[in-house]
């Protein structure tokens, strides 16, 4: 059997990005976010490539084609596992 292949991953150009945060809206597993430039501007950025799933509705809902899908060129780590129960609790 053939190890699937990596879904692609969202590039994005900070030359065309404006900071407008569609594309963190509209994001389902919410891996993308807005960061502070030192220009006082903002920018968006992919802070959890694990949990990307490839669904390329950033890429579509960007105003500024600013997002280009991209094969990724490393395998991905896994995303982080949510928080679990608590110590010293049962599940």
């Known amino acids: 059997m053939k190890p699937r292949r990596a879904p692609p991953l969202p590039h994005i150009d900070p030359a065309r990005c404006t900071g407008c945060g569609w594309c963190a809206a509209v994001c389902p597993p919410h891996v ?15 802070h959890n490539v694990g949990g990307c799933t490839g669904c ?6 960007c105003p500024f084609q600013a997002i280009t899908m991209q094969a990724a060129t490393t395998p991905r780590a896994p995303a982080a596992p949510g928080p679990g129960p608590s110590p010293g609790t049962t599940a």
Not at 32 to 46: C, F
């Open 32 to 46: 993308l976010s807005l960061v502070p430039m030192p220009d006082h501007t903002k920018t968006s950025v992919l």
């Open 56 to 61: 390329s509705l950033c890429e579509t809902r």
